[in-house]
């Protein structure tokens, strides 16, 4: 592994269901993130972890939980998908300190039907 | 709240420069960044301003004043493969990123 990845790449999901998309870093970072990206709307900021065992809210996080459970895994869960939740999920991870910058995963795109 | 607001769409042609303008209110400061974004990709991380003035990295330059809330990035000898989305970023004082909608760009031959 080479700095985060992401899985599924694509899924289709039907209303109501469960899902769970994971990201996985090996860079050691403290920080990790979980955007979604719509077109016209840019990259939203759902839920985040500033280090392993903590977890907080960002813009748009209804519908979304979170857990850190390490340093090295996010995973976002979607308890009961609905359409709107069809988007671009990007994982993101940073190293607190210094410039902190955000380095992305390769995304996952999700379509709810 | 963030509100940073950048042009939805640029054209320019192969060994051109583009200068995309990024304006920004944001509840506390802490940097502003550009990351560059193919279609279909992830976004990958191209500069980082945090004091006033200009820094240049390769044929990208990013200018940050901060007391306008204003910033812009530089595409200087541009070529096809710079066709991409650029997205303004601002790091605000609980050190969340807000992200702009982002520019697309497109190089003509």
């Known amino acids: 592994i080479a700095g985060i990845t992401q899985a599924p790449t694509s899924q289709i999901l039907a209303a109501g269901r469960r899902m769970t998309l994971r990201c996985t870093q090996d860079?050691?970072?403290?920080?990790m993130y979980w955007y979604r990206q719509d077109l016209g709307l840019g990259l939203r900021l759902i839920h985040y972890?500033?280090?392993?065992?903590?977890?907080g809210k960002g813009e748009v996080p209804d519908g979304y939980s979170v857990s850190r459970a390490n340093t090295d895994d996010f995973p976002l869960t979607l308890a009961s998908a609905v359409p709107s939740q069809t988007s671009v999920y990007f994982c993101?991870?940073?190293?607190?300190?210094?410039?902190?910058?955000?380095?992305f995963g390769p995304g996952t795109r999700l379509t709810v039907l | 709240g963030q509100n940073i607001d950048q042009p939805t769409e640029m054209t320019a042609t192969e060994g051109a420069i583009v200068q995309i303008n990024c304006t920004y209110q944001?509840?506390?400061?802490?940097?502003l960044f550009w990351y560059q974004q193919h279609a279909g990709e992830a976004p990958t991380f191209l500069s980082y301003?945090?004091?006033?003035g200009l820094e240049e990295k390769g044929r990208f330059s990013s200018f940050l004043s901060r007391s306008k809330g204003y910033s812009y990035l530089l595409l200087k000898e541009l070529q096809m493969k710079d066709s991409a989305s650029y997205l303004c970023?601002?790091?605000?004082?609980?050190?969340?990123?807000?992200f702009g909608a982002g520019t697309t760009v497109t190089v003509r031959a």
């Open positions: 993101a991870s940073s190293e607190a300190g210094g410039p902190d910058t955000q380095y």
């Open positions: 860079m050691r970072h403290n920080a």
């Open positions: 972890s500033n280090t392993a065992g903590t977890t």
């Open positions: 944001t509840s506390g400061f802490n940097g």
């Open positions: 301003n945090v004091l006033d």
């Open positions: 970023a601002v790091r605000d004082g609980d050190y969340k990123l807000s």
